[in-house]
Each structure stands twice: as C-alpha cells, then as structure tokens.
T-cell receptor, first 112, second 112 residues
Framework: EDQVTQSPEALRLQEGESSSLNCSYT??????LFWYRQDPGKGPEFLFT???AGEEKEKERLKATLTKKESFLHITAPKPEDSATYLC?????????????FGKGTLLTVNP | NAGVTQTPKFQVLKTGQSMTLQCAQD?????MYWYRQDPGMGLRLIYY???????DKGEVPNGYNVSRLNKREFSLRLESAAPSQTSVYFC???????????FGEGSWLTVV
C-alpha cells in the first residue's frame, strides 16, 4: 500500500527564516510526486511535479527536491504570504493513472 | 478562466436527506475526480471518471454515486446522507496523458 508521511505537522517561522518541509513516501514504483499549496477555505493549488531522484524544481521562494525515499520543499526567506498548508502526494507506477495518495500536510505559518 | 467550479459551496443536510454536488470544468480535460478531505485524514478519492461515459470507484466510494453528464460536468450524489459524510468535498480534473490534477474551491457539507 502506498504511503505518504509529511513532517513536521506544523511549522512556525519568522519572515526571512529559511527552512524545509519533508515528505517521506513508500510506493512500489514512483510515477510522480506532487506538491500542492492549500490556503484556508480553498482547494489545493498545484506547485510542482517531480518524476525521478535527483530532480529539482523551483518557483519563487520554493524549491522542491526528490530522492528515492523522500522529497523536500525548501522555503528560502519566506514571507507571510507563504503561510498555507503544503500537501505532498504520490502516484504509483502500475496502478491507476488517476490515483494520488496524499499526505496529511504541513501547516506553515510565517510571522512578520 | 474559471477552471473547476463547484456548487454549492456550503450545505447543511439532515440525516437521510439526499443531495447532489455539481462540478464543471472549462479546461477541456478528459478526466474528473471527486475527493473528500477530513481533518487528520488527508485527501481521499471517492470516484473518478477517466473520460466521458466512464466512472470508477476510488478509495472511499460507499454512500456515493456519480454521473459524468458530459465532458465538462461530473456530479456527486449522496442518496441518504449520514453524519460520517460531513466533510469538505473537492472536484478536480486533469488532461489525459498528464499527471497534474487541478482542484476546485471545495464544497463544505455538514450532515446533522
């Protein structure tokens, strides 16, 4: 069974204080790993897809990296508007093309 | 560009009542999904439709039915609502051959 574990559950940072969120996963074979951002009262907003170990993707202050067992979402010099819940999900090779297994998310709060 | 639109946004039902959540997407996507999100559980797939005219069960289909009305619309029906179906429901869509799933804004359902 595919599993995704995100840590920490909650993270509080000061503006400008860089940090990382972790997503550990177990799948029979990884088709893709996804990062989403979710604001309160909103739907998840797509950020990145990573497909193979060693791959990295960046968007503004966010950088996602992937190894064979985990993914990190690095946040550099965060701002209060980066406050949100960040969700990680995996899609397995060989299963349904349409099934994503989600983690429970990390709630990030950035204080001014 | 509206993306994925869900109605209603909020609904309170009594146990045993029925209702339908409506979803429409304007991105010409072939695949559509219904997820539910519960505290501490992460997002879980209820049903999906790989293309117009097809539907398949996801992880938690019991108590729900779906209809893929046409390429744009995918509805979720609760025939006899139960308190365990109190949740936030998200409709989503994706393009065939692409892994990225795009979500709507959510529908908050309370069953009393």
């Amino acid at each position: 069974e595919d599993q995704v574990t995100q840590s920490p559950e909650a993270l509080r940072l000061q503006e400008g204080e860089s940090s990382s969120l972790n997503c550990s996963y177990t799948v029979s074979g990884l088709r893709g790993l996804f990062w989403y951002r979710q604001d309160p009262g909103k739907g998840p907003e797509f950020l990145f897809t990573l497909y193979s170990a060693g791959e990295e993707k960046e968007k503004e202050r966010l950088k996602a990296t992937l190894t064979k067992k985990e993914s990190f979402l690095h946040i550099t010099a965060p701002k209060p508007e980066d406050s949100a819940t960040y969700l990680c999900a995996v899609q397995a090779v060989g299963g349904s093309n349409y099934k994503l297994t989600f983690g429970k998310g990390t709630l990030l709060t950035v204080n001014p | 560009n509206a993306g994925v639109t869900q109605t209603p946004k909020f609904q309170v039902l009594k146990t045993g009542q029925s209702m339908t959540l409506q979803c429409a997407q304007d991105m010409n996507h072939n695949s559509m999904y219904w997820y539910r999100q519960d505290p501490g559980m992460g997002l879980r797939l209820i049903y999906y439709s790989a293309s117009e005219g097809t539907t398949d069960k996801g992880e938690v289909p019991n108590g729900y039915n779906v209809s893929r009305l046409n390429k744009r619309e995918f509805s979720l029906r609760l025939e006899s609502a139960a308190p365990s179906q109190t949740s936030v429901y998200f409709c989503a869509s994706s393009r065939t051959g692409e892994n990225t799933i795009y979500f709507g804004e959510g529908s908050w359902l309370t069953v009393v």
